[in-house]
């Protein structure tokens, strides 16, 4: 299995919150993760959710977060393909990662 590289891009989609998109390296098939992440010090960011395909390049997994327990077990996730999954992963990150923050700041 291909594992994800260093080739990233972070995007701070409103002040506070930003989106961290990772994929691997050409050729395909292609491991990805996509996290909506928040800063809860100067310069310290956690993670809240989790998009990847990190144990199989074609399962998709939906991570969420808590204060309390970190990291929960995954939701598996359905696509047509590899692209389509890192797609919607990467809407509902930038778009929905405001009110991503708020469930984790209630949890």
Known sequence: MVVA???EVLDEVEPG??????RSEPPPPYTYAVTVEVE???ESW???R???NADDVNEHHLHRYTQQEGKQSPE???FKSINE???VANDEAREKGKEIVEQWRQS
């Open 5 to 7: 590289t260093p080739r």
């Open 17 to 22: 919150v930003r989106v961290r998109y990772r």
């Open 40 to 42: 809860v010090a100067e």
């Open 46 to 48: 956690t993670a809240v």
């Open 50 to 52: 989790l998009w990847d």
């Open 76 to 78: 598996i996730l359905e």
């Open 85 to 87: 999954a890192m797609a």
